[in-house]
C-alpha cells in the first residue's frame, strides 16, 4: 500500500524525524490560505504517488502570493506526467504546501527488504535528490549499505559507518545516527516495505531535516495497522484494483490483451510468462484464491472485463483444495450470469479433471478447452489475433 508525502512526513515525525512545517491542501482556495499563513517563500508540491514531480512541473516555489497562486491553479486537479506515471499521468486532486529549508547539502537514505538475504537493508549516499536507481546504475560505489541482523537491528557500529560514509561530523553525526535509528523502528514497527527519504538536507545551522518521503507497506500485515488503513487513497489506484480489492481478488493491470484467471500466485506468474512465450501480452495478474466460486469467477470477469484492453480471456485452475468439476460448474454458473463478449479459453486440471472436461464439453456455452496450459496459451494467444488486435 502506497501513501502520500504529506501522510508519510507525519508518520516520520512520530518517530522523531524532523521534517519541514507543512500542511496538505484539497482545494485552490484551500491551498492559497495555506501560502499566506506559512509564509514567502514557500513550496508547493503535487501529492501523486509517483515520484519525479519536480522535473514534470509539479513542484514550484513562490515568492509571493501572485506567483503562489499561479502555481496552485497550474498544479492543482491538473494532469501531471512524470517519468513514473507515464504518458497518461495523473490528476493531482491535493497539495503539500510548506515552509523552505536552507539547504547545505543534499542525501539518499532508504530502507527495503532484500529479497536476497531476507534482511532489511538500509542504504546511504551522498547522492540525494536524484534518481537511486541512476546513482545504482552509474556510480555504485556512492552507495553505502548496512544489514540489520534478526534479534540484532542496527548496531551502533553501522550507525556509525553511515553517519561517516555521508561525512557528517560534529552535532550532524549524532543527529544522523539518531534518525537512522528511528527510520529503521518506524520501518518495523508500521510493517513497511519501503521507507525512503529523498533528500534528506543538512541545512545551514548543521540540522538534519526529511525534506521529501516515501512509505509503502506490506498489504499482508495491514490487520494490524487500521490506522493506515485510512490513509488510502483510492483516486490514486486503479479503479478495477479498488473493485478486485473489494471482492477478496488479488489483481493488477498490465498493459497486453489476454486477461488472466488463475487460482494461486506462482501458477498465475506462469500463466503470464507461457502467455508471453507464445507470443501474446498478459492483461494482468488475477489470482482469484483457493476456492474458485460461481461468485468469485463472477466477480473475476467482472474485474477482467473492466480493462476494454482485454481481448480474450484465459481461465487456467489447479484443482487442489477444490475439486476441478465444482470449478467447471462455477464456471458455467457465472457466464450465464455475466455478459462476456470476447473468446473464453479454459484449462483445468487437478482432482476430477476428466470430470470437469464433460461437464464443460456438455456445456452449449461459447468457450473453448484446453487440455494443457500450452495449448490454453496458444488458443488465448491465437483468439487474440483474430480479432486483428
Known sequence: MKIHEYQ?????????????????????KEACAFTEKIGFPCVIKAQIHAGGRGKGGGVKIADSSLS????????????????QTGEDGKIVNRLLIEETIDIKQEFYVGIVIDRE?????????????????????????????????PGYGLQEFQLRNLAFSLGLEGNAFKE???????????????DASLVEINPLVLTGDNKLVALDAKMTFDDNALYRHPELLKLVDNDEMDPAEVTAAQYNLNYIRLDGNVGCMVNGAGLAMATMDIIKLYGGEPANFLDVGGIASPETVANGFKVLLSDKNVKAVLINIFGGIVRCDRVAMGIIKAMETTSIDVPVVIRLEGTNAD????????????????????????MAVSAVKKTGV
Do not use: H
Open 8 to 28: 508519510a512526513k507525519e508518520i516520520l515525525k512520530t518517530f522523531s524525524i524532523p521534517t519541514p512545517y507543512g500542511k496538505p491542501a484539497f482545494s485552490n
Open 68 to 83: 503562489a497562486y499561479k502555481a496552485i491553479d497550474n498544479i492543482l486537479d491538473k494532469k501531471l506526467v512524470t517519468i
Open 117 to 149: 538475504t531476507a534482511l532489511p537493508v538500509i542504504m546511504v549516499s551522498t547522492e540525494g535528490g536524484v534518481e537511486i536507481e541512476k546513482v545504482a546504475q552509474e556510480t555504485p560505489e556512492k552507495i553505502v549499505t548496512e544489514y540489520a541482523l
Open 176 to 190: 544522523g545516527k539518531k534518525l537512522f535509528r528511528n527510520l529503521y523502528n518506524g520501518f518495523l514497527e508500521t
Open 355 to 378: 470430470e470437469a472436461a464433460n461437464i464443460l464439453k456438455e456445456s452449449k456455452l461459447d468457450f473453448l478447452v484446453a487440455t494443457s496450459l500450452q495449448s490454453a496459451a496458444e
